[in-house]
């Protein structure tokens, strides 16, 4: 009897749920949380430098019970991070990336050149 190796169901819709995702444009749009902070980052960066970026955006939250999401595709991404009381001092915090914008409670970030 031969035996062939196949990919279970779930893990082959996942993957076409995320290529179909990428080839549509997916949004990356999700509201900014109230009490905290959005972070934008619209130019295409390496999970490496998000994954560097999340953890010292992390590490600046106010003292409290804390919340995080992230969306990521194609390089961009949009985290969602609380609490955070300022935003414009907790961007003012950011020195390992380039500020471009501050909106209300939303903040745009680029790589440092």
Not at 40 to 61: C, F, G, H, T, Y
Not at 94 to 111: C, H, P, R, S, Y
Request: proline share 6%.
């Amino acid at each position: 009897m031969r035996h062939t190796h196949r990919k279970p169901r779930s893990i082959t819709a996942v993957l076409v749920a995320m290529t179909l995702a990428a080839f549509t444009g997916c949004s990356l749009d999700m509201d900014p949380p109230v009490n905290g902070v959005q972070i934008k980052i619209d130019k295409p960066v390496s999970q490496e430098v998000r994954e560097s970026w999340k953890e010292k955006l992390e590490a600046n939250l106010d003292e409290g019970p804390t919340y995080s999401s992230t969306i990521s595709v194609n390089g961009k991404a949009t985290f969602n991070y609380s609490p955070v009381a300022d935003p414009q001092a907790y961007a003012d915090k950011i020195d390992f990336a380039k500020v471009t914008k501050i909106q209300g409670n939303v903040i745009w970030l680029e790589e440092l050149q």
